[in-house]
C-alpha cells in the first residue's frame, strides 16, 4: 500500500513504508511524525509546526511560502 516496497522474508514478507506511513502493509497513516521525519523540509531557518493531521511551515521574519522559501520583497 501507498508506495511501499514490499521483499519476502521466509514465510512472511518486509515492507518499507514511505514518510508518514507505518504498519505491517504501510496501511496507517502517521503524520503526527512528519516533523520529526524530516518532512518537509522548511527552508531559511522555518520551523515544521503540525497542523492536525498535516504539517506547516513556521517562516522566520522575511520568508513566506510554503516551505518558506520566497524572500519577502520590501518596497520594490
Known amino acids: 500500500l501507498f508506495f511501499s ?3 519476502p522474508a521466509g514465510n512472511t514478507y518486509v515492507c518499507s513504508c514511505p514518510a508518514g506511513y507505518t504498519g505491517v502493509n ?3 497513516a502517521n503524520f503526527g511524525n512528519t516533523c520529526l ?3 518537509p523540509q522548511c527552508l531559511n531557518g522555518g520551523a515544521c509546526i503540525l497542523a492536525g ?3 506547516q511551515c513556521s517562516c522566520l521574519a522575511g520568508y513566506v511560502g ?3 522559501e520566497t524572500p ?3 518596497g520594490t
Open 5 to 7: 516496497s514490499c521483499i
Open 26 to 28: 504501510c496501511g496507517t
Open 53 to 55: 493531521n498535516n504539517y
Open 66 to 68: 510554503q516551505y518558506c
Open 72 to 74: 519577502v520583497q520590501v
Open 37 to 39: 521525519q524530516g518532512n
